[in-house]
């Protein structure tokens, strides 16, 4: 090997230290402040707020709703998105490009623009109720938004490009030759692709999953705009923390957290991928 | 007798004194750090243009953070080297940046026109930056709903399930509400939440968002919810701006005063000319003026308002009548207890 490659790394390790590694830092010292009775951060080496976080059952609850609707979120939309790959992957449509474009498409949309879309669409008076009302399928509006439905329905559609893109680049593995054999072997088009298509695809299958999963993890403003205050999560009650409550150790606390956190569920769909991979 | 060096000494001075007047008056660059949106547009026509013209040397960078706690956090990160010179926030904010070290003292002898104050302008900030603004907690509803709302209580009628956008805690309009209504319920919040709470779990299946987005006013001008839980200034603009199809009500149990003060920033870079501005907003024109403009109560007692406007702000004397004395600082302290309360107890009962 060339002793001189690592140095092509330098420019991006100079850049991530500067704006990551040097902040993250300065979060880990908040959380060993302390915070007075009225807000006031105290400057403190202390281990009480850690203390209190972990004590706080609302930690748990945050943990496992965050969990949950990641979880869910990255499950619909691998549904969505992993047929749509797959159908990119092998068309030779001279549509394929303009597709895979539009496939992607909500990722050039700003989030906010997106979420406000949503709420025009399932809201009250959005159009699926008018339109639900209209044919006579409901009598009253379904609560579509401002709630846990709306948070999934968004995160789904927020995530899908992202695993989309995450797919088409793990489906190299796949050939067709492979699925050909299967079929001239008497095999029915869907024994192929569970026995052929599906198997091959899996390392695809968990990378488009962390990726979508740690999307979720840390996505703050669909949950924000379509939880209406009922939906709780860990990256909307950082934001809580630092920015209404003022209490930068509690926030710092959960920040870290929330990074660890992350890193342990990357570092296990890693070992998946390499797993299914072999 | 005069000698001839008293005479040049005299003329001398006489000579110098418009320049020494002009080194004397402020110049340079000052941040202003306070709301976007409808208070930015509203506060540079009422006070920094004036200010401006009355200071032509003088440049106001008009900046917001967003919320008042995240002004304050922006404050504190950059208390090394601070960027800002002047800041109004929510009382709850300014006193943390007082008590923090982010905000100078100020004095009577540097401010004078401190003496022109409401006692309770002066007490919101103690020895540092004062009161600049009062407002209150309001209902914002539409005129289309009939009948009216006519009291705090009409929010727990069984015609309006699902049309209520109420924000709940830590935003502190929901600190607010949950002093009123343990009021309404003939508690006091300094004992007891208990009966708040029971009353807005009962009020929680009517509520479409604990967390009106992107504000109450929207909302109802969308025809998402008919009643949404407002600061009185931004209420009485919208109301004037819609048509009339915003309607404020102040609740006859009583509501809470919501205070902004103004402060001078520790290390400010333009200390001369921030601290000019600061005593120029609480002078009586920039309050006469601002009132006069977005209905936020003045701070400034000597400030002649216009009789319409002031019986649309929080020290109209029907209105002042109503308010219920709260200390924020009290419930600063409680502040985390009722979040748990609202989030383990009303909103689950939401869901």
């Known amino acids: ?278 | 007798m005069l000698t001839r060096r008293i005479a040049l000494r005299t003329g001398l001075a006489a000579l110098a004194a418009p320049a020494i007047a002009r080194a004397q008056k402020v110049g340079g660059e000052i941040t202003l750090m306070a709301y976007s949106g409808i208070f930015q547009d509203n506060y540079t026509k009422a006070v920094i243009e004036p200010f401006i013209a009355a200071n032509p040397g003088v440049k106001v960078n008009f900046t917001s953070a967003g919320t008042s706690a995240q002004m304050v956090g922006t404050i504190r990160a950059q208390k090394a080297d601070p960027q800002v010179d002047v800041a109004i926030m929510d009382v709850t904010t300014s006193t943390i940046g007082n008590i923090e070290g982010l905000f100078d003292k100020l004095s009577e002898s540097e401010f004078p026109v401190l003496n022109e104050l409401s006692p309770e302008a002066r007490a919101a900030g103690g020895a540092f930056g004062p009161a600049v603004t009062f407002d209150h907690l309001v209902l914002a509803q539409d005129s289309a709903l009939k009948p009216q709302l006519t009291k705090l209580a009409d929010l727990w009628r069984p015609d309006l399930k699902g049309l209520l956008a109420i924000s709940a805690p830590p935003n502190i309009q929901g600190l607010a509400l949950t002093a009123m209504v343990e009021k309404m319920e003939g508690g006091d919040y300094r004992k007891s939440i208990d009966a708040a709470i029971r009353r807005l779990r009962e009020l929680a299946p009517s509520v479409n968002t604990f967390e009106p987005n992107p504000d109450g006013y929207a909302l109802i001008l969308n025809g998402v919810v008919k009643v949404a839980t407002a600061w009185n200034a931004r209420t009485q603009l919208v109301a004037d701006q819609s048509a009339g199809r915003v309607v404020p009500l102040l609740p006859p149990e009583g509501s809470v005063f919501q205070i902004n003060t103004i402060n001078l920033v520790a290390g400010a870079k333009n200390r001369a000319a921030g601290a000019a501005f600061l005593a120029y907003a609480l002078s009586q024109p920039a309050q006469k003026a601002f009132t006069e403009r977005m209905f936020y109560a003045p701070t400034n007692a000597r400030a002649q308002i216009a009789p319409a406007a002031m019986a649309r702000t929080a020290t109209a004397p029907d209105i002042r009548a109503r308010m219920i004395p709260v200390d924020w600082n009290d419930i600063l302290k409680m502040r985390d207890q009722w979040n748990n309360r609202w989030r383990r107890e009303v909103i689950a009962a939401a869901r």
């Open chain 1, 1 to 278: 090997m060339n002793t001189r490659l690592p140095l092509l790394l330098l420019p991006a390790a100079v850049f991530v230290l500067g704006i990551y590694a040097w902040p993250t830092l300065l979060l880990l010292r908040n959380a060993f402040n302390e915070v007075g009775p009225t807000g006031a951060m105290i400057p403190a080496w202390s281990l009480a707020t850690l203390r209190d976080v972990f004590a706080d059952g609302f930690t748990l609850e945050l943990t496992r709703n965050s969990l949950l609707l990641s979880a869910s979120a990255t499950a619909l939309a691998l549904l969505l998105a992993y047929p749509l790959s797959l159908f990119l992957f092998r068309t030779n449509s001279r549509w394929r490009g303009p597709l895979a474009v539009v496939a992607i498409l909500p990722m050039l949309v700003s989030g906010v623009v997106r979420v406000f879309g949503w709420l025009a669409i399932l809201g009250d008076r959005g159009l699926v109720n008018s339109v639900l009302q209209s044919v006579g399928l409901i009598s009253a509006p379904l609560k579509l938004v401002f709630n846990w439905t709306g948070v999934t329905i968004g995160l789904t559609e927020s995530i899908m490009p992202y695993m989309t893109l995450a797919l088409l680049a793990g489906f190299g593995r796949l050939d067709r030759t492979l699925e050909e054999a299967a079929r001239s072997l008497g095999a029915s088009p869907w024994r192929g692709f569970l026995r052929v298509t599906l198997p091959l695809s899996l390392p695809a299958i968990a990378l488009a999953g962390g990726l979508g999963f740690v999307l979720s993890m840390s996505a703050y403003i669909t949950p924000k705009l379509l939880g209406g205050g009922r939906v709780f999560v860990l990256a909307t009650e950082i934001f809580e923390q630092a920015t209404t409550n003022t209490n930068w150790p509690v926030s710092a606390v959960l920040a870290i957290y929330t990074l660890v956190l992350l890193l342990a569920l990357l570092a296990l769909a890693q070992l998946a991928s390499r797993a299914l991979a072999r």
